[in-house]
Each structure stands twice: as structure tokens, then as C-alpha cells.
């Protein structure tokens, strides 16, 4: 059965520190993988995602995130992040079940950016 | 495009009680998923639907219950409420045909409180 590990549960940092949000996976097909971000009292939205090609994957403002099919990891970093990147982070693995495309997602990292 | 609407966004009820929230996809999607977000378990998948019939069902007691309508709308219920309810209910659609790598678009959540 594929699942998503987040290894932490809260990161704090300072501002245009660098961070990375671990993720790692386990999957015995083709992963597809997600990084969702969400705001306070918002739902989620799509950061980035890894599909096939290139291992490496960036987003619009910044972001980006490393499939490691050795490491079975899919960590997401930004070199300097900003008061706000403050949000709640969730990595999620795409799985076709009964015909239906599933996201799996992890437990969740709360990024915390302090001045 | 619009997003996708969910209504209300939040509601309060007390125990025993059943509440309907409503979910609309963005124009064209046929898709739509609904997820529990709890801060103890996290995002848990519900069910999804399509053409009016439901494709996939997580993990939820039969008092969880939805259905969508000819125009892609979809309704969830929840029966005789219980205080472990309370949480966030997210609607989430996507574009067919199911492939893998395709987004999940989430709408801001109905935010339930059950007293």
C-alpha cells in the first residue's frame, strides 16, 4: 500500500533562512508526487508536482522540490523564504484506485518563518 | 475559470444533528472528491464522484454519505453528528480522464463544529 511520511511536523526558521521539508514515500508502482500549500483558513493549493522527466522541480515563487527514487524521497527546499512561506505544507502521492486517481497525503509540515 | 465554491463555509451544530455541505467543481470537471481534515488524522479521503456515481470510498462509517448531480455539484451528508466530526470538509475536483499525474483543485473547505 502506498503512503507519504512527513519527518517533521513543525518547522521553525527565520526569515530568508533556508529551509527543507522532508518527505519520503512508499510505492510498488509509478509514483506521481504533490506538494500542497495551505494558507491559514484556506484550502489547499498545488505547489509543485513531480511526473516524470527532469528529478527536479521548481514552483512560481521559488520553491523546489527532488524525486529520489533510490531514497524513495521527494523533499521540498527553498533557499530563502519570506514571512509569507508561513503556512502548512503537505506532501501527497498520486495512486490509480478502482479507476480513480487518489491522492495520499502525508500528516503535514507546519512552516513557521519568524523575523 | 471560477474555483471551486463550497457552501457554507462554516457551520455549527450540535450532537445528533445532520448537516448537508455543497461543492461546486470548476466548469468542465466531472470529478469531484471530498477529504476530512482533522489535526489528529490529518486528510483523510471520503469518496469521489463522477457522473453522478460514486467511484471510491474511504475509510468512514455509512453515516458519511454523498451524491452528485447532473451538473458536476455534489452534496455530502452526515448523519446523527458527533463531536469527532468537527473538522474541515474539502471538495477538491479534477479533469478527466483519471490519469495519475492530474491536479486535485480544492475549494476553501466548510469549516463543521459540532457541539
Known amino acids: 500500500a502506498q503512503s507519504v511520511t512527513q519527518l517533521d511536523s513543525q518547522v521553525p526558521v527565520f526569515e530568508e533562512a533556508p529551509v527543507e521539508l522532508r518527505c519520503n514515500y512508499s510505492s510498488s508502482v509509478s509514483v506521481y508526487l504533490f506538494w500542497y500549500v495551505q494558507y491559514p483558513n484556506q484550502g489547499l493549493q498545488l505547489l509543485l508536482k513531480?511526473?516524470?522527466?527532469?528529478?527536479l522541480v521548481e514552483s512560481i515563487n521559488g520553491f523546489e522540490a527532488e524525486f529520489n527514487k533510490s531514497q524513495t524521497s521527494f523533499h521540498l527546499r527553498k533557499p530563502s523564504v519570506h514571512i509569507s512561506d508561513t503556512a502548512e505544507y503537505f506532501c501527497?502521492?498520486?495512486?490509480?484506485?478502482?479507476?480513480?486517481?487518489?491522492?495520499?497525503f502525508g500528516a503535514g509540515t507546519r512552516l513557521a518563518v519568524h523575523p | 475559470k471560477a474555483g471551486v465554491t463550497q457552501t457554507p463555509r462554516y457551520l455549527i451544530k450540535t450532537r445528533g444533528q445532520q448537516v448537508t455541505l455543497s461543492c461546486s467543481p470548476i466548469?468542465?470537471?466531472?470529478?469531484v472528491s471530498w477529504y476530512q481534515q482533522t489535526p489528529g488524522q490529518g486528510l483523510q479521503f471520503l469518496f469521489e464522484?463522477?457522473?453522478?456515481?460514486?467511484?471510491n470510498k474511504g475509510n468512514f462509517p455509512g453515516r458519511f454519505s454523498g451524491r452528485q448531480f447532473s451538473n458536476s455539484r455534489s452534496e455530502m451528508n452526515v448523519s446523527t453528528l458527533e463531536l469527532g466530526d468537527s473538522a474541515l470538509y474539502l471538495c477538491a475536483s479534477s479533469p478527466e480522464p483519471p490519469l495519475p499525474g492530474n491536479e486535485q483543485f480544492f475549494g476553501p473547505g466548510t469549516r463543521l463544529t459540532v457541539l
Open positions: 501527497a502521492v498520486s495512486v490509480l484506485s478502482g479507476g480513480y486517481n487518489k491522492l495520499i
Open positions: 464522484y463522477f457522473s453522478e456515481t460514486q467511484r
Open positions: 513531480y511526473l516524470s522527466g527532469s528529478t
Open positions: 466548469s468542465g470537471h466531472r470529478s
